[in-house]
């Protein structure tokens, strides 16, 4: 069985700065990854999703990440972060067969002004 | 148009009450899910409906009962409530297929008191 591990449970950066947060994930099998995101008192809203091809995924508000297989990691990286960025973050994976989808714990990242 | 809604929105009960939550997408998706989030932020999958039948049931107590009139609705219905049962409660849908972006509602946050 797959599963995920977010390495930070919290990360604050200062407004304009760099972000990275990190996932890793463990699975017999090939498997698809997913980055949500989760506004408060909102549902998740997908972010990028890696399925194949090229490894370095490009989603929606300047978010991207990269598929490292020999380190079974994919990482989200923003290069400049905005305080409308502040939300929890899950990454996620799912085998290629019927299995459900497994969330990490989530990382909350706060941006400070 | 909202893709994924959830009624109601909040929801308190006191222990031993049954208590229903509703869900309708209208994105013409063939899979439904109820996912249920504890006071960790941690999302766990309980119920995956593909065109009306049952196909993902986790380690659920059995006072829980999703039930799927049709593709578009999935309600879930809990009786006997515990303290422990509250969380917020998620419906999405999807394709079918593993990599296929699952939407969202916005929640349905239960306090059982």
């Known amino acids: 069985a797959q599963s995920v591990t977010q390495l930070d449970s919290q990360v604050p950066v200062f407004e304009e700065a760099p972000v990275e947060l990190r996932c890793n994930y463990s699975?017999?099998?090939?498997?698809?990854l997913f980055w949500y995101v989760q506004y408060p008192n909102q549902g998740l809203q997908l972010l990028l999703k890696?399925?194949?091809?090229?490894?370095l995924v490009k989603g929606i508000n300047g978010f991207e990440a990269e598929f490292n297989k020999s380190q079974t990691s994919f990482h989200l990286r923003k290069p400049s972060v905005h305080i409308s960025d502040t939300a929890e973050y899950f990454c996620?994976?799912?085998?290629?067969?019927?299995?459900?989808?497994?969330f990490g714990k989530g990382t909350r990242l706060s941006v400070i002004a | 148009d909202t893709a994924v809604s959830q009624t109601p929105k909040y929801l308190v009960t006191q222990m031993g009450n049954d208590k229903s939550i509703k869900c309708e997408q209208n994105?013409?998706?063939?899979?439904m899910y109820w996912y249920k989030q504890d006071s960790k932020k941690f999302l766990k999958i309980m119920f995956s409906?593909?065109?009306?039948?049952?196909?993902i049931n986790e380690t659920v107590p059995n006072r829980f009962s999703p039930k799927s009139p049709d593709k578009a609705h999935l309600n879930l219905h809990i009786n006997s409530l515990e303290l422990g049962d509250s969380a917020v409660y998620f419906c999405?849908?999807?394709?079918?297929?593993?990599?296929?972006?699952?939407?969202f509602g916005e929640g349905s946050w239960l306090t059982v008191v």
């Open positions: 999405a849908s999807s394709q079918q297929g593993a990599g296929n972006t699952i939407y």
């Open positions: 699975s017999s099998v090939s498997v698809y």
């Open positions: 890696y399925l194949s091809g090229s490894t």
């Open positions: 996620a994976v799912s085998d290629k067969g019927n299995t459900p989808l497994v």
């Open positions: 994105l013409g998706h063939d899979t």
């Open positions: 409906y593909n065109n009306k039948e049952l196909i």
